[in-house]
């Protein structure tokens, strides 16, 4: 069974930057798609980004394209978040996820969620 772990939270300033990692045990990504999702207090879990782990392809949110950045080491069989210049509005628990269908933005669709990690952004 995959069992997913999410690090590198924290709290930092607006125009800051964190790298968050999605580090993967018991089974590998292999053919499917690892996603990132976040959640806001008193907000639905809404899709951040994701990556095809066999070929690489990424597709992100409208909100976080061009600060975010997906990548993948299959070695390490680890996921990263690059995150540069968040704001405030980027404050919430970051979860990390597996799905089949690969393209897809829905929560309902993956599964294998970690623990989540937060991030909190001052203005």
């Known amino acids: 069974q995959l069992q997913l772990v999410e690090s590198g939270g924290g709290l930092v300033h607006t125009g800051g930057s964190l790298r968050l990692s999605c580090a993967a045990s018991g089974r590998t990504f292999s053919s499917a798609t690892m996603g990132w999702f976040r959640q806001a207090p008193g907000k639905e879990r809404e899709f951040v980004a994701a990556?095809?782990?066999?070929?690489?392809?990424?597709y992100y949110a409208d909100s976080v394209k061009g600060r975010f950045t997906i990548s993948r080491d299959n070695a390490q069989n680890t996921g990263y978040l690059q995150m540069n210049n968040l704001k405030p509005e980027d404050t919430a628990v970051y979860y990390c996820?597996?799905?089949?269908?690969?393209?897809?933005?829905?929560?309902?669709?993956?599964?294998?969620w970690g623990q989540g990690t937060q991030v909190t952004v001052s203005s």
């Open positions: 990556i095809m782990w066999t070929v690489g392809a990424s």
């Open positions: 996820a597996k799905t089949n269908r690969a393209g897809s933005r829905m929560p309902a669709d993956f599964g294998s």
